[in-house]
Nanobody, 114 residues
Framework: QVQLVESGGGLVQPGGSLRLSCAAS????????MAWYRQAPEKKRELVAR???????TYVESVKGRFTISGDNAKSTVYLQMNSLKPEDTAVYYC????????WGQGTQVTVSS
């Protein structure tokens, strides 16, 4: 069974940076897209950023210019570079990879606080 393992979350002060990583326990072969979602307490899970196999990226408006998604399809790995973090970015971040099936990570906590 394939697992997505996330790393890189933690506590950071406002204005700081974090880099999230997500690697599959084995290469998935075909990958249609990879993405990061987040869910804050008492809020719905939202799409933060997505990258297609062709390299096209999309971002939720609130993170444009601050976050950058990148991926390595051959390694079934996706990254999220988060700069200029704000308290409202605090959430559990989940990675997602869409191949022949859908795969989700277990989530990593990101807390932005002084």
């Amino acid at each position: 069974q394939v697992q997505l393992v996330e790393s890189g979350g933690g506590l950071v002060q406002p204005g700081g940076s974090l880099r999230l990583s997500c690697a599959a326990s084995r290469t998935l072969g075909y990958i249609g897209s990879m993405a990061w979602y987040r869910q804050a307490p008492e809020k719905k899970r939202e799409l933060v950023a997505r990258i297609t196999s062709a390299g096209t990226t999309t971002y939720v408006e609130s993170v444009k210019g601050r976050f950058t998604i990148s991926g390595d399809n051959a390694k079934s790995t996706v990254y999220l570079q988060m700069n200029s973090l704000k308290p409202e970015d605090t959430a559990v971040y989940y990675c997602y990879q869409r191949g022949l099936s859908d795969y989700w990570g277990q989530g990593t906590q990101v807390t932005v606080s002084s």
